[in-house]
Structures are given as structure tokens and as C-alpha cells.
């Protein structure tokens, strides 16, 4: 997007923020209506770009309609659910029920919105909603390329980060999301998020598709679970605001099958909810989803990533975000564990740091499948072009890789990103790209004819067998190493730093199970 100069999302936040605080509402009763706001704005601006393409296409024979619109891909607003009639009303008006009108009459000439559009405006006070109008009016409609719909994903990440661990439920970090994008590269296919929130990786993959000179619109079929219903609103919204489409259904995961996805899709990408407990296991048994059968431990994180490995056809891919836990996780969740490593379909795996997400400051790892890669040679690990077999991991240590947006928040660069992705790519003995100007960062790691190398500190590929003699762990910091430091380039507060770092975080793990086993302790002793 090109800002001018201009930080558009920011002073839109800004704005709508400073409304918020003197409407007196939570974020959680004033996000979804400001968001609301946001999508029809941007559906006005296609709408208008759609009516000057088509003025002049009709005839006294053929007038053009809702379905002119449709077959461009822009939704088609009735008169009185345009913004410029909308932001026309006088002080006077009842601000309020017309835009809820404004949703009624969207919501009947699309179908596909139908109940998903906010109509709770009747709560905000004429003065206020005359201001949000004119907050949102004020985006200039030349600037270029996804413009609304960066601004809505703006938006859901601010009031992702205001809402705490709400909202954490419907948004995943945009770099980490794009992270994954690129190392599964969903070019073309079915993608399937069941626990997709506000439909986050959707967006992305569609615009890595655009990116890539196709339309993401031919090129993607899109579908979504997830369990809240608000959030199942917020997704349809995203994709609307996008210009996509997609199938995106409200049913809890653990016990609803509602894709019927067992061996269907080309691509999974997820966030799912870490630590879960409490999941009725009896409910699941017979399932093919769970093929490896449910963990005996009472913690959810082996029945996602069943889910995932199972929903993948022959040649699919899945990335999805896991708690560390996980990649070293004893007793049964080992033992499944070790049958989808032995199964061949464990390909990449990546440590990142801790404060990437708004509501929480743990490190994760994003665990990546690759069902195809068990047809490749056991190709031994290795320097050299393409040194993946159906025997090799890839890991990847990123977390001394980011950019420090606040105190509490980090991110990557979208070099960072491309840089992560290619270092994958090399694995594979793709051909690397450079659309975010990466190339320095692989020339100084890789050479400036790249190929892929084990770099201490930062990538190794493993073998089935290391796997195995490491206890089928799946930690990157176990097999990456760290990074050799020449002595005089060693900085002792940086250095220290990082150490506190990684000590705090630990920290927070170290807490969060012993909290864990004080709620196992207790249910043991209710037992008794």
C-alpha cells in the first residue's frame, strides 16, 4: 500500500480510538461496529470504481444490475447502503437505524452476509457516529493496492492487542502468518483453517497469489471453522472486505467435521488454541481424523495436530503455530509424535521468539507438513542444492531474528520474512525470491550464489536417525546450535540480554506448568 507519506492506518486508529474513549464503550462492544464501518467504506469504494466501469454498458434493452456488480467481484449496494448517502444525513437524523438499514439492505443483495453484518449502531450517540463517518471518509481513494483491506487488518490487530486475551482468539500476528505462507506456498488449491478466527490466513495467502501475478479469486477455494460465532462474522467480513470468498462455518473442531476434511485439502494453516483441556475423548473415538488416537494426556495440542496431518491429501502442506511444549512432549503425545516423523511428513520447524503476539509473551514454534515428501529418495542431510529427502527435517532457530516494534511487541520485517522462506526454499532447491529485498540477507548467510549450507545459530538439517537419537524431539535449539561469536565482536550487555531474555521465558513456561500440575494435583485429590 502506498501511504503518501501518510500513515493512514495509524491516524484512522488514532482517530476511531480517541471516539472510543469518549463513547465510553469496551473495545469488545465498539470493535466489531467500527469494523463494520471500515468494510462498508471499502465496499463503497469498489462499488463506485465498479459504476464507472459499467456506465455506459447498458442499453434501454438491458439495465445494469446486482448481478454486473457480482460478476466483478463487488458487492452491490442498494442507494440508501452507500456511504455518500450515509455520510449525507443531517445531525438530526437517526444515525444509528440508518446504517443499520444500510447493513439490512447489504445483507439482502448479497446472501452470502446474511446475519453476519454489525447492526448495533442504535447504541452509539448521533454525535459520535457522525464523527466514526467522517473518520472513515476521510481515506483518500487514490492511494494503491489493498488499501481497505490493510486497514481492516490494522484495525483487527489493535483491537486484538486492546481486547487482551479475547483477542487473541480471532487474530494471529500478519508476520507470523506470512511466515507461513511462504513456506508452504499455497499457489493453487484448497485451504482449510479449522480454527481460522478472523480469517487471517486466508487474506495472506491470497495475497501471496497476487503477489505472484495470479487471482487469488481462481486460483483458491477457502474454507474455515471456527467455533464462536462473532468470530465466524468477523472472518466472513475479512474475506468480504478482501474480495474473497469462502466457505467459513461455525462448529467446534474437536467434535465437528463439518468440511468433511479427512484427506481432502491441499493446504492447512491454523492457530489453533494451545493447552486445551477437558476435551470429551470418548467423543472422539472411531474418528478418522485422530489417526495416530488420542493423547492420554489431558492437553489438546496432539488432537490439532492430528487434525492438521490428517485433513492433507496425498501432496498437501500445513503450517500451523504450536506451543513449545509440544515439540518435546513425553509419554503418548512422544509416541504420536514419533509416527507422523516416521511417517515422513514433518518438513520444516521453526523457533520464534517471544513477544511476537499481542495477549501473550510466550515463543512458539511453527511446525510445517509436507504429506508428498515421503515419496522423495531418503536423500542423506548434507550441503549442497536441494539437500531434502524424505528422511530430512529442516530446522530453523528465528528467535534472534526480529524488529522491535514497542517494549512488549516484536514483529519481522518482510525481508526478514522472504529471508526465513528462502532459506526453506534452498532446502528444497527452489529458486529463492527477492521481492522484499532479501538478497542481502542470503548472500551474508548463504553467499551470493546461494546454496543451502547448515549455518550454526540459525538453520540444520537433521536426519531421521539424529531425530531419533535426540528422543524424537522436535525443538529446533536442539539441533541448530548457537552462533559462533568472534571475540572481539562480542558484546557482553547484548549478549546478556538475550540470555535474560530467553531466562524469562523459560520463566513463563516454568509457571505455566506448574499451574498445570496444580489443577492436575487437585482433580487427583477431588478423585480420592
Sequence with gaps: MNHSGNHIEARLWDAADELRANSKLKSSEYSVPVLGLVFLRYADHKFQAAAKELAGAGSGRRIIGPVDYQARGVLYLPETARFSALIQLPEGANI??????????????????????PKTYNRFENALLKELLKTMNSVPMDIEGDAFGRIYEYFLG????????KGGEFFTPTAIVQLIVGIIEPFHGRIFDPACGSGGMFVQSARFVAEHKKNPGAELSIYGQEKVAETVRLGKMNLAVHGLAGDIRQGNAYYEDLHRSTGKFDFVMANPPFNVDRVDKDRLKDDPRFPFGPPRTDNANYLWIQLFYSALNDSGRAGFVMAN??????????????????????????????????????????????????????????EGPGVRGSETVLFMDARHLYRQLDRAHRDWTPAQIEFLANIARLYRGEATE????????LAEHFGKKPKYA???????VATLAEIEAQGWSLNPGRYVGVAARAEDDFDFKERLEEQNEELEALNAEARELEERIAENVVKLLETQ
Design 96 to 117: 444509528g437505524a440508518a446504517i443499520n438499514d444500510a447493513m439490512r439492505a447489504i445483507e439482502a443483495e448479497n446472501p452470502d452476509l446474511k446475519d453476519v453484518l
Design 158 to 165: 489493535h483491537f486484538a492487542m486492546s481486547e487482551g486475551q
Design 325 to 382: 511444549s509440544a515439540s518435546d512432549a513425553r509419554g503418548s503425545e512422544l509416541e504420536i509424535r514419533r509416527q507422523i516423523i516416521e511417517a515422513r511428513a514433518v518438513d520444516v520447524m521453526v523457533a520464534v521468539g517471544a513477544n511476537f503476539f499481542y495477549t501473550v509473551t510466550l515463543p512458539c514454534t511453527l511446525w510445517f507438513f509436507d504429506r508428498g515428501k515421503r515419496n522423495l529418495p531418503p536423500r542423506p542431510a548434507g
Design 434 to 441: 527477492n521481492l522484499h529485498d532479501s538478497a542481502g540477507l
Design 454 to 460: 547448515d549455518v550454526p545459530g540459525l538453520c540444520k
